[in-house]
């Protein structure tokens, strides 16, 4: 009760306060209860931030799908060509395609951020000596470029998490299932496609509903590459950059405006939003059933 309940009232509470600078900040200045005035403000009351709203909430959910299938996917594919060549070299690469999960994601995001710098960044420079580029490319500047380069950063540090599950999960199924389908004349794609991934799939299901909801809260592979940035037409009142998920932005609302109301109401709105689709999904996931596939 006390170290979850309680905390959890109270931060849900705090969406129908007007707790927030400049004038509704104890303990020089009360807080009062406005009822559903900060849910009208976000959710339409103000052209300004509700659009920043929807923009942030918007991106929030295609950040989320695209991180979570890009890292799904991408360890899929090297776990199957690690395990379908006859490289002896193999460990040797497995061991390489890990490190970057094994990396603090913190330093590997700061690293990122200083290579992709567009004044002084290490690839800039390079693509500039080699004569490939004329002028500096904004890598992190510009908002759509900056969206693409976050998935793609999450896909390198997040990859090796999908492949080693993969790779186990194949390395459990029987090989008498393998070799009834060669005997029937199936192809190495065909294995793959009716043997290999729908049971890997089957047994990782629950974690990609993990990795989904975890991607919409994954603070750290944005606001440590970006921190949220670059600035768009909204932010200098908002404070939403133009990578910032509702997660980043809350922190910024709370560190930076002092605008605890608005950030508790988008606690609340992924709260609501999230739970019950995480619940459904798992409940409806077949891994959760008895029976058989």
């Known amino acids: 009760v006390f170290f979850v309940i309680v905390p959890l009232i109270f931060s849900a509470s705090v969406a129908f306060t007007n707790y927030s600078s400049p004038g509704h900040i104890p303990p020089n200045n009360t807080v009062d209860w406005v009822g559903f005035d900060n849910f009208v403000t976000l959710f339409g009351g103000d052209a300004t931030w509700a659009g920043a709203l929807g923009r942030v909430a918007l991106w ?6 695209l991180a979570t299938a890009t890292c799904y996917f991408g360890g899929m594919l090297m776990a199957v060509v690690l395990k379908e060549s006859n490289l002896r070299i193999a460990p040797l690469f497995r061991m390489v395609f ?5 990396v603090p994601s913190v330093i590997s995001m700061l690293v990122w951020q200083n290579l992709l710098n567009g004044t002084f960044g290490t690839l800039n420079r390079t693509l500039r000596t080699l004569g490939l580029i004329s002028s500096p490319i904004p890598w992190l500047g510009d ?10 950063i999450n896909l390198w540090a997040g990859f090796p998490y999908f492949m080693l599950l993969t790779l186990g999960s194949m390395t459990a199924i029987a090989q008498d299932i393998y070799e009834a389908a060669l005997i029937d004349g199936a192809n190495k794609f065909q294995v793959f496609r ?13 974690l990609i509903i993990m990795s989904f909801t975890h991607n919409i809260n994954n603070f750290g592979a944005i606001f440590f590459l970006t921190g949220g940035g670059p600035m768009v037409k909204d932010s200098t009142l908002t ?13 910024k609302l709370t560190v930076n405006l002092l605008k605890y109301n608005y950030a508790s109401v988008l606690a609340v709105m992924i709260f609501v939003v999230l739970a019950p689709l995480a619940i459904i999904n798992l409940r409806r996931t077949r891994s959760f059933r008895e029976g058989e596939l």
Request: cysteine-free; aromatic content about 18%.
């Open 143 to 152: 908002p759509w470029l900056a969206k693409f380069m976050v998935v793609l």
């Open 194 to 206: 009716k043997v290999t991934f729908p049971i890997v799939l089957y047994q990782t299901a629950p």
């Open 239 to 251: 404070s939403a950059g133009g990578t910032d998920i509702l997660v980043t932005w809350i922190y």
């Open 60 to 65: 929030t959910v295609v950040w989320a799908a």
């Open 98 to 102: 890990i490190l970057p999960y094994a």
